[in-house]
Protein backbone atom coordinates (compact mmCIF):
# COMPACT_ATOMS: atom_id res chain seq x y z
CA UNK A 1 0.00 0.00 0.00
CA UNK A 2 2.76 2.29 0.71
CA UNK A 3 4.55 1.80 -2.59
CA UNK A 4 1.06 2.92 -4.18
CA UNK A 5 0.86 5.72 -2.16
CA UNK A 6 4.12 6.63 -3.09
CA UNK A 7 4.02 5.99 -6.99
CA UNK A 8 0.51 8.19 -6.66
CA UNK A 9 2.53 11.19 -4.72
CA UNK A 10 4.96 11.76 -7.49
CA UNK A 11 2.12 11.94 -10.33
CA UNK A 12 0.10 14.40 -8.83
CA UNK A 13 0.03 18.01 -8.10
CA UNK A 14 1.06 19.70 -5.31
CA UNK A 15 -2.27 19.94 -3.45
CA UNK A 16 -3.68 16.71 -4.41
CA UNK A 17 0.07 15.13 -3.17
CA UNK A 18 0.34 16.87 0.13
CA UNK A 19 -3.90 15.28 0.34
CA UNK A 20 -2.57 12.01 -0.02
CA UNK A 21 0.55 12.51 2.25
CA UNK A 22 -2.50 13.65 4.87
CA UNK A 23 -3.87 10.38 4.72
CA UNK A 24 -0.93 8.59 4.98
CA UNK A 25 -0.11 9.12 8.46
CA UNK A 26 -3.76 7.93 9.15
CA UNK A 27 -2.59 5.12 7.21
CA UNK A 28 0.54 4.04 9.18
CA UNK A 29 -1.84 4.40 12.79
CA UNK A 30 -4.10 2.06 11.69
CA UNK A 31 -1.87 -0.74 10.30
CA UNK A 32 1.23 0.06 12.95
CA UNK A 33 1.19 0.03 17.07
CA UNK A 34 2.87 3.39 18.97
CA UNK A 35 5.28 1.28 19.52
CA UNK A 36 6.20 -0.25 15.70
CA UNK A 37 5.34 4.19 14.94
CA UNK A 38 8.11 5.25 17.28
CA UNK A 39 10.82 2.80 15.93
CA UNK A 40 9.62 3.57 12.70
CA UNK A 41 12.07 6.44 11.23
CA UNK A 42 9.41 8.42 9.21
CA UNK A 43 7.30 9.27 12.73
CA UNK A 44 7.77 10.89 15.44
CA UNK A 45 5.24 10.10 18.16
CA UNK A 46 4.37 12.96 21.08
CA UNK A 47 2.78 11.26 24.52
CA UNK A 48 0.21 13.68 25.29
CA UNK A 49 -1.93 13.75 28.86
CA UNK A 50 -5.24 14.62 29.10
CA UNK A 51 -6.11 16.87 32.01
CA UNK A 52 -9.48 17.37 32.19
CA UNK A 53 -11.06 20.99 33.16
CA UNK A 54 -12.36 20.25 36.49
CA UNK A 55 -11.61 18.19 39.69
CA UNK A 56 -8.40 16.17 38.17
CA UNK A 57 -6.87 19.55 36.81
CA UNK A 58 -7.75 20.75 40.34
CA UNK A 59 -6.00 18.18 41.70
CA UNK A 60 -2.87 18.45 39.57
CA UNK A 61 -2.66 22.48 40.79
CA UNK A 62 -2.85 21.38 43.65
CA UNK A 63 -0.11 19.03 44.06
CA UNK A 64 2.02 21.52 42.10
CA UNK A 65 1.53 24.69 44.56
CA UNK A 66 0.47 23.36 47.38
CA UNK A 67 2.78 23.86 50.62
CA UNK A 68 0.57 22.03 53.06
CA UNK A 69 2.23 18.86 53.98
CA UNK A 70 -0.71 16.83 54.72
CA UNK A 71 -2.36 17.85 51.57
CA UNK A 72 0.72 17.44 49.44
CA UNK A 73 0.90 13.63 50.41
CA UNK A 74 -2.65 12.84 50.17
CA UNK A 75 -2.81 14.32 46.73
CA UNK A 76 0.50 12.68 45.85
CA UNK A 77 -0.93 8.97 46.31
CA UNK A 78 -3.91 10.01 44.96
CA UNK A 79 -2.20 10.85 41.72
CA UNK A 80 0.89 8.05 41.57
CA UNK A 81 -2.24 5.53 41.40
CA UNK A 82 -3.90 7.60 38.77
CA UNK A 83 -0.90 8.71 36.38
CA UNK A 84 0.07 5.99 33.88
CA UNK A 85 3.73 5.17 34.52
CA UNK A 86 4.74 7.17 30.99
CA UNK A 87 7.34 9.83 30.79
CA UNK A 88 5.17 12.64 29.26
CA UNK A 89 6.21 16.01 28.47
CA UNK A 90 3.05 17.63 26.90
CA UNK A 91 0.07 18.08 28.55
CA UNK A 92 -3.81 19.26 27.46
CA UNK A 93 -6.67 20.49 29.10
CA UNK A 94 -9.60 19.95 27.40
CA UNK A 95 -13.28 18.88 28.35
CA UNK A 96 -15.08 15.84 27.97
CA UNK A 97 -17.56 17.32 25.67
CA UNK A 98 -14.99 18.82 23.41
CA UNK A 99 -15.03 17.39 19.89
CA UNK A 100 -11.35 15.94 18.46
CA UNK A 101 -11.55 18.46 16.35
CA UNK A 102 -11.18 20.97 19.13
CA UNK A 103 -8.64 19.32 20.29
CA UNK A 104 -6.50 18.74 17.46
CA UNK A 105 -7.10 22.36 16.79
CA UNK A 106 -5.90 23.65 20.43
CA UNK A 107 -2.79 20.70 20.51
CA UNK A 108 -1.23 22.18 17.37
CA UNK A 109 -1.56 25.91 17.90
CA UNK A 110 0.11 24.59 21.25
CA UNK A 111 2.90 23.06 20.10
CA UNK A 112 3.51 22.95 16.36
CA UNK A 113 7.06 24.37 17.02
CA UNK A 114 8.02 21.27 19.42
CA UNK A 115 6.66 18.97 16.63
CA UNK A 116 7.71 20.69 13.80
CA UNK A 117 4.34 21.45 12.17
CA UNK A 118 5.22 24.75 11.35
CA UNK A 119 5.11 25.71 7.47
CA UNK A 120 2.92 22.38 6.49
CA UNK A 121 -0.35 23.00 4.49
CA UNK A 122 -3.31 23.81 6.74
CA UNK A 123 -7.25 22.49 5.12
CA UNK A 124 -9.89 24.71 4.89
CA UNK A 125 -10.74 24.00 8.41
CA UNK A 126 -7.23 25.11 9.45
CA UNK A 127 -5.94 21.77 10.83
CA UNK A 128 -2.17 21.26 9.77
CA UNK A 129 -1.56 18.22 7.60
CA UNK A 130 0.63 14.98 8.49
CA UNK A 131 -0.50 14.11 11.87
CA UNK A 132 -3.33 12.21 13.84
CA UNK A 133 -4.27 11.92 17.55
CA UNK A 134 -4.77 8.25 18.57
CA UNK A 135 -6.65 7.26 21.50
CA UNK A 136 -5.17 4.87 24.38
CA UNK A 137 -6.53 2.01 23.03
CA UNK A 138 -4.48 2.40 19.89
CA UNK A 139 -7.34 3.67 17.31
CA UNK A 140 -7.08 7.18 15.18
CA UNK A 141 -9.05 9.34 16.82
CA UNK A 142 -11.94 10.97 14.18
CA UNK A 143 -12.43 14.76 14.28
CA UNK A 144 -16.32 14.58 14.02
CA UNK A 145 -16.37 12.39 17.06
CA UNK A 146 -16.25 13.60 21.09
CA UNK A 147 -13.74 13.09 23.87
CA UNK A 148 -16.10 11.04 25.91
CA UNK A 149 -16.57 8.78 23.09
CA UNK A 150 -12.94 7.33 23.53
CA UNK A 151 -13.60 7.27 27.51
CA UNK A 152 -10.80 9.21 27.84
CA UNK A 153 -10.32 9.75 31.50
CA UNK A 154 -7.68 12.08 33.44
CA UNK A 155 -4.33 11.54 33.37
CA UNK A 156 -4.89 9.29 30.52
CA UNK A 157 -2.30 9.32 27.49
CA UNK A 158 -2.73 10.18 24.22
CA UNK A 159 -0.35 9.83 21.20
CA UNK A 160 0.31 12.56 18.49
CA UNK A 161 2.09 10.62 15.98
CA UNK A 162 3.93 13.04 13.01
CA UNK A 163 4.96 12.26 9.74
CA UNK A 164 8.72 13.46 9.19
CA UNK A 165 8.12 13.72 5.37
CA UNK A 166 6.51 17.42 5.57
CA UNK A 167 8.57 19.94 5.17
Same mark, same amino acid.
Given at each position: ?33 ? %? ?6 ? @??? @? ?9 ? &? ?10 ? &?? %? ?24 ? %? ?38 ? %?????? @? ?24
Amino acid at each position: MAEIIDAYDTLMDDDLNSRVGDSRVALACEMYSI %DELRKDGN @YDV @YDLRVLFDGAG &TAAVDKYSVSGN &TK %DRNLDEFVIQDMMPKVEVIYETNPHP %DDSVWDLKCHVQDKYKADWGLEGRRKSRDGALGGWELVSP %DGSVMS @YHLFLHTYEIKTFDVIHAVVGRYFG
